[in-house]
Each structure stands twice: as structure tokens, then as C-alpha cells.
């Protein structure tokens, strides 16, 4: 298997631009979650589905952040408009739920640099 | 999530082994203690978790201590390529998130 895969892979933008991250997550995993990982405050769980249906979004920054499953092998996270203070590395994990470890899969993330 | 206390870095030296601690001394009965690993400029990745009895696979190895209230990461041998930031983590048994700590960034010396 390929693993999780995003695009792109990095991204300059500048403020008040719409930006939209891509996810295909690992082939037959049932759950996927979208993390943001910066210097000041770590990485953190912004949302995440299971089975296509968004569980807990309660790590969202604000409104103009937005996600999207429309099926099991594709998800987006949509930015808009766009602050310099979004800049980050976004990464996109999956799981299959229902195995005793419940392994989350990292993609390689998209690297987020807004002006 | 209980949370876990991990020092922020490590030093080792080349082919010799690394004992990465975390405490958790508020771990409940149902949590399942997960440790992944962050090298530059990737994501993270699973190395290895436990519930009560210690654990080994391929990558390290995972000691518990009797109370559950800390546990060791191990790697037998470190190489050039274990530097990274590792992370202990607690997951219930019914949860569905894990929520990353600062970690503890381990630098390994040629």
C-alpha cells in the first residue's frame, strides 16, 4: 500500500486566499483525522471521521476552517480565507477502527505558509 | 485523556540502548499507553503500545511498571537513525483520539 497520501505537499499563499489540503487515506481504514502541528503549540487533532461522518470537530480553529469526507478514500480541509497565522504542517492519519491497537497511519503532511 | 509527563530531550550515543521514560501516574484501568515516533520533517509514526505486560516488536521494546503509573521505551541499539521526537501517549479503550504531548526529542551521537 502507498500509505496516506497528501497534496500538495507544500503551499505558499497569500492572506485572504482560499487553500484546500488533500487526503487519501490508507485503503479500507474506516476513520480519519486531520492534525496541525506547529512550533508554539504542538501538533493537534483538528477533526476527525469514522466512516465518513465527521465525530468531533472540536479542535477547529474558527469557522474558516472546514472538512470534508465525501467517501472512504478522500477527504479535504479547506482554509478560508487564509491568516498567516494558520501557517503549519497539516497532516492527515488513518485508522482501521476495530483492531486492539487502533494504529493512526501519518501522511507525509502539507507544509502551510500563508503571507 | 490522563496526561503523560515525558523530559523534553535525550542524548545517546551510537549502538548503545535508550530507555525513554514517561510518567502517567493518573492512567486509568482502560488505558492503553501508545508511544509513536516524529523524525525531521515526516510524520508521526507507531512504534509500539501496551496495556499491563510488557511488550517487544521489531522496533523496541516497551516496559511497564507494576502500578502502570510509568512505563520505559526501549531500543536496544540506537542508530543514527532514531533521532527523532517521541511521544508518549494514553488512549481509554473507548477513545477515538490521541492527543500528543510535547514529547521528548532524542539526539543520537555518532
Known amino acids: 500500500d502507498a500509505g496516506v497520501i497528501q497534496s500538495p505537499r507544500h503551499e505558499v499563499t497569500e492572506m485572504g486566499q482560499e487553500v484546500t489540503l488533500r487526503c487519501k487515506p490508507i485503503?479500507?481504514?474506516?476513520?480519519l483525522f486531520w492534525y496541525r502541528q506547529t512550533m508554539m503549540r504542538g501538533l493537534e487533532l483538528l477533526i476527525y471521521?469514522?466512516?465518513?461522518?465527521?465525530?468531533?470537530d472540536s479542535g477547529m480553529p474558527e469557522d474558516r476552517f472546514s472538512a470534508k469526507m465525501p467517501n472512504a478514500s478522500f477527504s479535504t480541509l479547506k482554509i478560508q480565507p487564509s491568516e498567516p497565522r494558520d501557517s503549519a504542517v497539516y497532516f492527515c492519519a488513518s485508522r482501521f477502527r476495530g483492531t486492539p491497537q487502533e494504529t493512526q497511519y501519518f501522511g507525509p503532511g502539507t507544509r502551510l505558509l500563508v503571507l | 485523556d490522563a496526561k503523560t509527563t515525558q523530559p523534553n530531550s535525550m542524548e545517546s550515543n551510537e549502538e548503545e540502548p535508550v530507555h525513554l521514560p514517561c510518567n502517567h501516574s493518573t492512567i486509568s484501568g482502560t488505558d492503553y499507553i501508545h508511544w509513536y515516533r516524529q523524525l525531521p520533517s515526516q510524520g508521526p509514526e507507531y512504534v509500539i503500545h501496551g496495556l499491563t505486560s510488557n511488550v517487544n516488536n521489531r522496533m523496541a521494546s516497551l516496559a511497564i511498571a507494576e502500578d502502570r503509573k510509568s512505563s520505559t521505551l526501549i531500543l536496544h541499539r540506537a542508530t543514527l537513525r532514531d533521532a527523532a521526537v517521541y511521544y508518549c501517549?494514553?488512549?481509554?479503550?473507548?477513545?477515538?483520539?490521541?492527543?500528543f504531548g510535547g514529547g521528548t526529542r532524542l539526539m543520537v551521537k555518532p
Open positions: 485503503s479500507g481504514h474506516n476513520s
Open positions: 471521521f469514522n466512516n465518513n461522518v465527521p465525530i468531533d
Open positions: 501517549i494514553l488512549r481509554s479503550n473507548a477513545g477515538n483520539m490521541l492527543t
